[in-house]
T-cell receptor, first 111, second 114 residues
Framework: NAGVTQTPKFQVLKTGQSMTLQCAQDMNHNSMYWYRQDPGMGLRLIYYSASEGTTDKGEVPNGYNVSRLNKREFSLRLESAAPSQTSVYFC??????????FGQGTRLTVV | AQTVTQSQPEMSVQEAETVTLSCTYDTSESDYYLFWYKQPPSRQMILVIRQEAYKQQNATENRFSVNFQKAAKSFSLKISDSQLGDAAMYFCAYMGGSQGNLIFGKGTKLSVKP
């Protein structure tokens, strides 16, 4: 079982470049999430999607956009990357009101 | 807005001993879920234990158990017979509300001494 698949696993961007982080789940979950993890800050919610076609802002949405393309896929886009967006990004999914399952994470460095 | 607070940035325990990690949360919801996740150096997020708020009985999973105090909004994790493989970051998390939003605390780094 693939579970939650994130691509890429590592990425280096120059300031001002754009990129999209891809996330797909094969568990037929309704809810999907994007988090960023920084030292000492835990996992902070960027955006989440409670169902196909809906998205909502989390704690730290500035500088990011998301697309819930279908029930399986939830992408995160950085339109103009900044050094402050250097972080580890996690995608997760859940069937709602039970535990979430996580991808392996993407380590993003913006120089 | 819901919040999750872990007041212990770092903890240390001797192998085979017992350690308790603290977590408090704030919510106006009556129905919600609480979780403890483990994150080893591999970065993988691993579910340790889950507690449904409507259940008064504390959840247990082998050496892991929780002390859930709903009125006090407290959700601590007890690890018994600690093992070297328990060394990791531990995150407390809350899921609730109409959207099922999942919120994490800042984490506790647990070290296990041989």
């Amino acid at each position: 079982n693939a579970g939650v698949t994130q691509t890429p696993k590592f990425q280096v961007l120059k300031t001002g470049q754009s990129m999209t982080l891809q996330c797909a789940q094969d568990m037929n979950h309704n809810s999907m999430y994007w988090y960023r993890q920084d030292p000492g800050m835990g996992l902070r919610l960027i955006y989440y999607s409670a169902s196909e076609g809906t998205t909502d802002k989390g704690e730290v949405p500035n500088g990011y956009n998301v697309s819930r393309l279908n029930k399986r896929e939830f992408s995160l886009r950085l339109e103009s990357a900044a050094p402050s967006q250097t972080s580890v990004y996690f995608c997760a999914s859940s069937p709602r009101y039970t535990e979430a399952f996580f991808g392996q994470g993407t380590r993003l460095t913006v120089v | 807005a819901q919040t999750v607070t872990q007041s212990q940035p770092e903890m240390s325990v001797q192998e085979a001993e017992t350690v308790t990690l603290s977590c408090t949360y704030d919510t106006s919801e009556s129905d919600y879920y609480l979780f403890w996740y483990k994150q080893p150096p591999s970065r993988q997020m691993i579910l340790v234990i889950r507690q449904e708020a409507y259940k008064q009985q504390n959840a247990t999973e082998n050496r892991f158990s929780v002390n859930f105090q709903k009125a006090a909004k407290s959700f601590s994790l007890k690890i018994s017979d600690s093992q070297l493989g328990d060394a990791a970051m531990y995150f407390c998390a809350y899921m609730g509300g109409s959207q099922g939003n999942l919120i994490f605390g800042k984490g506790t780094k647990l070290s296990v001494k041989p």
